[in-house]
């Protein structure tokens, strides 16, 4: 796992659940490297902050633990 200072200096798509567009509180997601399977997250209100690098397995771990409630 990684960052970027600024997550505009990275050349992806960025999104967002369509279940969040009435939050003020959601993370963006993007592929970052499909080949090596690396994903990018960073906090939607601060779109020129950092971003976290982190492989898919990585990722969908940390989505599992919050589906579960094991993070609050």
Same mark, same amino acid.
């Given at each position: 796992?990684?960052? +970027?200072? !600024?997550?505009?200096t990275l050349?992806?798509?960025? /999104?967002? %659940?369509? @279940?969040?567009?009435?939050?003020?509180?959601?993370?963006e997601c993007? +592929?970052? !490297?499909?080949?090596?399977?690396?994903?990018?997250? /960073?906090? %939607?209100? @601060?779109?020129?902050?950092?971003?976290?690098?982190?492989?898919?397995?990585?990722?969908?771990?940390?989505?599992?633990a919050l589906?579960?409630?094991?993070?609050?």
């Amino acid at each position: 796992m990684t960052h +970027v200072a !600024d997550s505009t200096t990275l050349a992806v798509t960025w /999104r967002k %659940s369509s @279940a969040s567009h009435a939050q003020s509180d959601c993370v963006e997601c993007a +592929v970052l !490297d499909p080949h090596h399977r690396i994903a990018a997250l /960073r906090d %939607s209100k @601060a779109p020129t902050g950092p971003a976290l690098l982190l492989p898919y397995d990585t990722l969908n771990t940390f989505v599992a633990a919050l589906k579960q409630g094991a993070l609050k």
